[in-house]
């Protein structure tokens, strides 16, 4: 059994401060939440992966203060994930022209249409972020 050296752990030493790179994921965000707002599912395919927000504008009760804060503007996703190719988590050399964000997204909008009535999704929305 490991011992507790709770007690000895510096988080200090495990927290990787940068300037630079705090500012990648600022410029990255920015762009995914300024990005357009398209159709889900995705009209077309296109190769791939990323991150990607959901947004939702619907008649379903319990959704409605997020299709409110939706109305004029996309403003509030319900939901942000993202996209790997196929062996990312393995760390195996992977190229990034598989569409693994369109099918991401394609899942999503099985998903969506099994679980919860047409009529109440009205207007569900995505936004991408591509990683070359």
Known sequence: MASD????????????QSSVFQKVI??????LISSPVEPLPPNHSFPGAGVYLL???GSFEPYSPIAEANTKKMNMPIYAGKAVPSGWRQSRS?????PALYNRLKKHARSIQAVINASKVLLHQHANLILP
């Open 55 to 57: 947004y939702y504008k």
């Open 26 to 31: 600022t410029d990255a965000i920015n762009f």
């Open 5 to 16: 050296n709770s007690s000895n752990f510096d988080q200090s030493l495990h927290t990787f």
């Open 94 to 98: 992977v190229t990034n022209t598989s």
